[in-house]
């Protein structure tokens, strides 16, 4: 499975960014889809989550913020990001493997190379 995330970039505090992540090699339908993102001298940390029923799990930080979706016909996920915080500032990641949705980073056995959000206050 090979995955490409994008659609990072600098935003101001209030403002909105939408990350995708294509997918390819697999049955994506069935794989569980999450994002985690790594900030500056920090380890990455789980963000949101998407399993092959569009049952949805999140970082209490991001709830009512953020909103993962997947569109399964064009093996992507989403990660729509609103309100953004300067504590959202990292590198996110998106991740993916078969199973229900997970938070935990060694669930997820393939990787996506990761984009960068930075948001100024």
């Known amino acids: 499975v090979q995955l490409q995330a994008y659609g990072g970039g600098l935003v101001q505090a209030g403002g909105s960014l939408r990350l995708s992540c294509a997918a390819s090699?697999?049955?994506?339908?069935?794989?569980?889809m999450g994002w985690f993102r790594q900030a500056p001298g920090k380890e990455r940390a789980f963000v949101a989550a998407?399993?092959?029923?569009?049952?949805?799990y999140y970082v209490d930080s991001v709830k009512g913020r953020f909103t993962i979706a997947r569109d399964n016909a064009k093996n992507t996920v989403y990660l729509q990001m609103n309100s953004l915080k300067p504590e959202d500032t990292a590198v996110y990641y998106c991740?993916?493997?078969?199973?229900?949705?997970?938070?935990?980073?060694?669930?997820?056995?393939?990787w996506g190379q990761g984009t960068q959000v930075t948001v100024s206050s």
């Open positions: 998407i399993d092959w029923s569009g049952s949805t």
């Open positions: 991740a993916t493997s078969r199973g229900i949705a997970s938070t935990y980073d060694y669930d997820y056995d393939y």
């Open positions: 090699g697999r049955t994506f339908s069935r794989y569980r």
